[in-house]
T-cell receptor, first 115, second 113 residues
Framework: GENVEQHPSTLSVQEGDSAVIKCTYSDSASNYFPWYKQELGKGPQLIIDIRSNVGEKKDQRIAVTLNKTAKHFSLHITETQPEDSAVYFCAASRGGLSGFQKLVFGTGTRLLVSP | DAGVTQSPTHLIKTRGQQVTLRCSPKSGHDTVSWYQQALGQGPQFIFQYYEEEERQRGNFPDRFSGHQFPNYSSELNVNALLLGDSALYLC????????????FGSGTQLSVL
């Protein structure tokens, strides 16, 4: 079945450093790749997403890159701040005109940004 | 603009009991999906409701069932609870069954003793 692997499981950086989280998906039909941030006691919050017809997308300090050939996608956070500390999840979906397909999530990366 | 709301926030049950969790979607949304998040894991898809019907289902037994009401709110029912059902249950809403942009609630933490 579909599988999404996520690395690393934990990531500690100093404030101002960059952080990179990587994911690999197994279903070559996947065409939608969102990233979610989950803070303690809250549900996941969508922070950025990318579709398979785009190689890179940026939103201020956050960027996502996609390599369809290798079935890899990555989240890049620049100039990290303590408030970026949270658990980040990647996900993949093969949704389309045939109907919504489920999001398959990675196992999460706990990011800790130290002041 | 109200976001996705879930109730209750916490629940404690014993093995064999039944539980009902509730979800109100974000204002303007008509599709509700339910996910189970075990401790330290990513959310796993249970099922999706659109137009009051179950549209997609993940790899969960029939003990897990749901319902969607005309006002788009939804319930998740779990029968014959097992210890392994202890998890955070997340509701997510979207506009349209083909829209992958999901907005999640804060979840219901279910503990089965």
């Amino acid at each position: 079945g579909e599988n999404v692997e996520q690395h690393p499981s934990t990531l500690s950086v100093q404030e101002g450093d960059s952080a990179v989280i990587k994911c690999t998906y197994s279903d070559s039909a996947s065409n939608y790749f969102p990233w979610y941030k989950q803070e303690l006691g809250k549900g996941p919050q969508l922070i950025i997403d990318i579709r398979s017809n785009v190689g890179e997308k940026k939103d201020q300090r956050i960027a996502v890159t996609l390599n369809k050939t290798a079935k890899h996608f990555s989240l890049h956070i620049t100039e990290t701040q303590p408030e970026d500390s949270a658990v980040y999840f990647c996900a993949a979906s093969r949704g389309g005109l045939s109907g919504f397909q489920k999001l398959v999530f990675g196992t999460g990366t706990r990011l800790l940004v130290s002041p | 603009d109200a976001g996705v709301t879930q109730s209750p926030t916490h629940l404690i049950k014993t093995r064999g009991q039944q539980v009902t969790l509730r979800c109100s979607p974000k204002s303007g949304h008509d599709t509700v999906s339910w996910y189970q998040q075990a401790l330290g894991q990513g959310p796993q898809f249970i099922f999706q409701y659109y137009e009051e019907e179950e549209r997609q289902r993940g790899n969960f037994p029939d003990r897990f069932s749901g319902h969607q009401f005309p006002n788009y709110s939804s319930e998740l029912n779990v029968n014959a609870l097992l210890l392994g059902d202890s998890a955070l249950y997340l509701c997510a809403s979207s506009l349209g069954s083909t829209n992958e942009k999901l907005f999640f609630g804060s979840g219901t933490q279910l503990s089965v003793l």
